[in-house]
C-alpha cells in the first residue's frame, strides 16, 4: 500500500506539471493570436478585392486572346504548395491539412513545395516529388519573407512548365474553427456576372501593361493571405490543444488525489483496527 501512495504522489505530480506547462503553452499561442486574427481580419477583405479585380480584368471580352493563359484549364504538370506549422502540439489541424493533401495530389510528377516541417516530414512520408523546403516560423510572417516562396510560382507558371498553382493551407475562421483550404491560384476562375455585365473600360497606359504589373501583385496577396491564415490557424489549434490538455490533466491529477486520499485513509484505518486488535490480544 505504501508504495501505491508513493507512485500515486508522482503520478499527481506529473499530472500537476503537465498541467502548467500546457497553462503556460496555451497562455503563449492566446497572446499571439490576438494579433494574427486581427492582421488576418483586416486583409482578407484586401485579398479579395484584389481577386476581384483581376478576375474582372480577365473576363473582360477585349481581354480574352490575351487572358486565356490565366484562365484556360490545361493538362499538364502542377505546382502546389503545402503550408503547416513548424511545431506539433496543434490539435488535428496538421492530420487534417494532409487529408486534402492526399485527397488532391495524385500525380506523382507534380511539383511540390513545402512551407513548415510538419509539410515537409509528411511530404517526404509519402514520397512526394518535393522542389523546395521552407520553414513557417514561429512568429507572425512578414510581407518580405514570401518573395522566396514565391519566386519559384511565378517562373514556372509563366514559363510554361507547369499549368496550375495551388495551395493547400487551413483557412481561419474563428477561434474554435479552422479549414483546410486548397485555393488554386492559377488558373483564375471567371465569374459569369462579369461576362453578363460587360462594362467597357478605359485603361491607361494601356491594358496589357496594367495586367503585366497587376498579375504578380494578384500572387503576392493570394500567397501572403494563405500565410497569414495558416498562422493564426496554428495558433488558434494550439489554444484549443492546450486547453483540453491542462483540463485533462487537471481532472486526472484531482481523480489520481481522490485515489490518494482514499487509499491513505484506508491505510490508517487498517493500522488503527492492527492497534486495536493487537491491545485486545494483550
Known amino acids: 500500500m505504501a508504495q501505491n501512495l508513493q507512485q500515486l504522489k508522482k503520478r499527481i505530480k506529473t499530472s500537476n506539471n503537465i498541467a502548467q506547462i500546457a497553462k503556460v503553452m496555451e497562455m503563449i499561442a492566446a497572446s499571439k493570436i490576438r494579433k494574427a486574427q ?8 484586401y485579398a479579395k478585392k484584389i481577386k476581384y479585380m ?25 505546382l502546389v504548395y503545402i503550408i503547416s506549422p513548424d511545431k506539433g502540439l496543434c490539435g488535428s489541424l496538421v492530420a487534417n491539412i494532409f487529408k486534402k493533401v492526399i485527397f488532391y495530389i495524385v500525380q506523382s510528377e507534380d511539383y511540390i513545395v513545402t512551407v513548415g516541417k510538419k509539410a515537409t516530414n509528411n511530404a517526404v512520408r509519402h514520397d512526394y516529388n518535393i522542389l523546395a523546403s521552407f520553414n513557417m516560423g514561429t ?14 510560382a511565378k517562373k514556372f507558371y509563366f514559363s510554361d512548365e507547369v ?68 498562422y493564426a490557424s496554428e495558433q488558434a489549434a494550439r489554444v484549443t490543444a492546450m486547453k483540453n490538455a491542462k483540463d485533462n490533466a487537471n481532472e486526472i491529477s484531482t481523480y489520481l488525489a ?5 487509499s491513505r485513509q484506508e491505510k490508517i484505518t487498517n493500522e488503527i483496527l492492527d492497534l486495536a486488535n493487537g491491545q485486545q490480544g494483550i
Open 163 to 230: 499549368t496550375k498553382i495551388s495551395v493547400i493551407y487551413t483557412k481561419f475562421k474563428s477561434m474554435l474553427v479552422q479549414e483546410p483550404t486548397i485555393e488554386e491560384i492559377f488558373p483564375i476562375k471567371s465569374h459569369k456576372n462579369f461576362k453578363e455585365n460587360e462594362v467597357d473600360y478605359i485603361f491607361e497606359p494601356n491594358s496589357e501593361h496594367i495586367l503585366r504589373n497587376l498579375l504578380p501583385y494578384y500572387i503576392e496577396t493570394e500567397f501572403y493571405s494563405a500565410l497569414t491564415n495558416a
Open 54 to 78: 483581376i478576375q474582372k480584368i480577365l473576363t473582360e471580352k477585349n481581354f480574352h486572346e490575351k487572358a486565356e493563359k490565366f484562365l484556360k484549364k490545361r493538362d499538364g504538370k502542377r
Open 38 to 45: 486581427e492582421l488576418v481580419e483586416k486583409y482578407n477583405p
Open 258 to 262: 481522490s485515489i490518494y486520499n482514499k
Open 139 to 152: 512568429n507572425f510572417p512578414k510581407y518580405d519573407d514570401m518573395y522566396p516562396v514565391i519566386d519559384m
